[in-house]
């Protein structure tokens, strides 16, 4: 694989397609969408540029945690960032504030892109949020990143996915991954993860798989879970839009409906 990064022509070598990444995963192509191969050169490229490097969203980890929490399942990324962005310049995010505080910015409507928005569920986030933020007064950060992890998962509201969430942005840790939707789209597209799979259950499991699946392709988990995430949602909205348009190409169609939001 050829790219040109500041005007210079790098090469990259990479194994035959029909090469096994791991057991039942081949290497395939890297000019076929979604292959590991593919992921493997896209990665290359972005670590070349310097994308998806920087993942923070706060400046701490209480912002950390409120970014994160704000987000997740269910919430358009744009909502939940704005959201945050909101809590924070009114400097709502501060250890011990209250919730009725954070339920009152929520409520009011976000002007997104031209369209008014409301925020799902203001109650239950302001809750968990106050609890989550009240939580850090006597929280000991642990040294390790998957520790962290697990400690923060035990805060209201916050889950593994969650809670990894925080970590990779705030450590920019390889020792943990993101499993949410995009990522098991992606990984049960390629054989990675069985399709009966689910993070409520085997959280732990898909983590070490993912993580395993990076040290494969010699990536760093962190990019690549930044990576995956940024384009599967954004395969994910081109399928929403080619499902509103009557013609369309059957391979194409079946293609993104892997992708379509259930």
């Known amino acids: 694989m050829y790219a040109l990064v500041d005007g210079e022509l790098r090469t990259l070598e990479l194994p035959a397609p029909d090469a096994f990444i791991l057991p039942g995963v081949r290497w395939g192509a890297f000019d076929e969408l979604l292959t590991p191969a593919f992921w493997k050169g896209q990665a290359w490229q972005h670590g070349a540029i310097g994308t998806y490097q920087n993942m923070r969203l706060g400046s701490s980890l209480a912002e950390e945690l409120a970014a994160c929490l704000l987000g997740g399942y269910g919430m358009p990324a744009e909502l939940g960032l704005a959201a945050f962005t909101r809590l924070r310049d009114r400097r709502l995010l501060w250890c011990g504030g209250d919730a009725r505080s954070l339920e009152a910015a929520l409520i009011e409507p976000f002007f997104l892109y031209g369209r008014v928005r409301r925020y799902r569920f203001p109650r239950q986030k302001a809750e968990y949020l106050a609890g989550s933020l009240s939580a850090l007064l006597s929280f000991h950060e642990p040294e390790s990143d998957v520790a962290l992890r697990d400690s923060?998962?035990?805060?209201?509201?916050?889950?593994?996915?969650?809670?990894?969430?925080v970590v990779r942005n705030y450590r920019a840790s390889d020792s943990v991954a993101i499993i949410d939707v995009h990522i098991l789209r992606a990984g049960r597209h390629i054989g990675l993860f069985a399709h009966d799979w689910r993070p409520e259950r085997q959280y732990r499991r898909l983590e070490e798989t993912f993580l395993e699946f990076a040290r494969r392709l010699q990536v760093s988990a962190c990019l690549l879970d930044g990576l995956i995430w940024d384009y599967m949602r954004r395969i994910a909205g081109a399928a929403r839009r080619h499902s509103r348009r009557p013609l369309i190409d059957s391979r194409q169609s079946s293609f993104l409906a892997q992708f379509s939001p259930s």
């Open 152 to 165: 923060l998962a035990k805060l209201p509201g916050l889950g593994p996915k969650t809670a990894s969430w």
